[in-house]
């Protein structure tokens, strides 16, 4: 499958692409956390194992600092990052973007309806429970009305990472957030490797010094299918976990830690592993 242009990818997720249809899959991939990992499917071991390394990486960012202002770095149709973080009282303010109106619109109408309208977060919010044995367990109405608190709707911002100003224009405090998170995100929205390593770049920009960026991708995916009907198949960036290593580093990383899981369902997507990235801003890249 050949790699688009960044214009030709933009036009087919204008076109195509439709939150209530993706956020099928998400309903596919119930969350049963009775069940162990190796009883499971591929799918559902992918889904936990992102919301352990988020909880996990929000955790470490909080045992250092307080005050912590966060975005999640083309975010898509799914507030599951931000309903995390919402828990930290380390965490005070959540921004998000992405590329797509729809998917704004749609996450604005989840957490304006606390869940009741748009998607049904009920069952991730008892994972994500599940995975904070050393705190009391909260209700979905307590994620929401404290993600309410931590992000108002003027943090949704419309974000095209083809351009070097990347949110049009919007004035954000630029070397000032604590934690940028990305997860499942680059090798889909980009169109080459000079592209990735760009948003890399813009990443390091985007943090403070010692601010700590969450980078969650796949490896080696080259196409991915975003509903369940599947009709329509996206192409994806591969890239390698070398490729991360040496371009995180050059963009003025230290890379902290690194988990990996296999994904072996290949209906939806051609990624062979999942990884997760926490790496440390320890210099500017201008």
């Known amino acids: 499958m050949s790699i688009l242009t960044y214009q030709e990818k933009h036009d087919i997720y204008e076109k195509y692409f439709i939150p209530e249809e993706y956020m099928k899959f ?118 929401f009305t404290k993600l309410s608190s931590k992000c108002q709707f003027n943090n949704f911002m419309k974000c095209d990472m083809s351009l070097d100003d990347m949110f049009y224009g919007r004035e954000i405090k630029w070397g000032t957030y604590d934690a940028v998170v990305s997860t499942m995100t680059l090798t889909d929205a980009v169109p080459n490797e000079d592209a990735y390593k760009h948003v890399l770049m813009k990443v390091n920009q985007m943090l403070r010094k010692g601010g700590t ?20 198949t996206f192409c994806a960036l591969p890239i390698t976990l070398e490729f991360l290593e040496e371009n995180l580093a050059k963009s003025g990383f230290f890379i902290e830690q690194i988990r990996i899981i296999h994904h072996d369902e290949n209906r939806f997507s051609s990624g062979e592993r999942v990884v997760c990235i926490y790496a440390t801003k320890f210099t500017d890249n201008k």
């Not at 149709?77 to 729809?102: K, N, R, V």
């Not at 991708?217 to 599947?230: A, E, H, R, T």
């Open 213 to 232: 960026f969450c980078l969650l991708d796949f490896i080696n995916q080259s196409f991915w299918i975003p509903s369940l009907k599947g009709k329509n």
């Open 26 to 143: 998400w309903n596919a991939l119930t969350l049963d956390k009775e069940k162990p990992d190796f009883d499971i499917s591929s799918g559902q071991r992918t889904m936990r194992f992102n919301i352990r390394v988020i909880n996990d990486f929000l955790g470490i960012i909080c045992r250092r600092k307080n005050n912590i202002k966060l975005h999640d770095l083309g975010c898509g149709p799914s507030l599951m990052s931000m309903l995390s973080a919402a828990a930290c009282p380390q965490i005070t303010s959540i921004e998000c973007s992405d590329f797509l109106s729809s998917n704004l619109e749609y996450l604005k109408t989840s957490l304006s309806s606390q869940g009741n309208e748009g998607y049904n977060y009920s069952k991730i919010i008892e994972f994500i429970n599940s995975v904070h044995e050393d705190r009391e367990p909260m209700s979905s109405i307590d994620y």
